[in-house]
């Protein structure tokens, strides 16, 4: 049985595209969200990856950002930052942490 995650893909007037994904992630449902990175990347260079509403990711989650191979931005629930950072995910794109309001 998956867990629950939403995925959302938005383009803003900048041109921007910002993935948004709410729920968890994990090896359950991790191939929707590596489709609709995958996706982003390819309507953007640089892709948002709005993590904010993201209470738990697990190592397929941090395998997906990481082989991504493009820049990212990850907007990420505070919860989330010392994972983002030991798995080496900060290193690779810019990691901030969410405050209200932000994407």
Known sequence: MSTRLRVDT????????????????DAGNVA??????????VSSQ??????SA???LDSAAINVLV?????LHIV???LLI?????????ELATVSAASRGET
């Open 32 to 41: 929707v969200f590596a489709e609709a990175l995958a996706a982003a990347a």
């Open 82 to 90: 010392p994972v983002l950072r030991i798995s080496g995910v900060a």
């Open 46 to 51: 640089a892709v948002t990856v709005d993590l």
């Open 10 to 25: 938005e383009r803003r007037d900048d041109g921007r595209v910002v993935l948004h994904a709410g729920g968890e992630i």
């Open 76 to 78: 990420a629930n505070p």
């Open 54 to 56: 993201v209470q738990y």
């Open 67 to 71: 082989s991504h191979g493009g820049p």
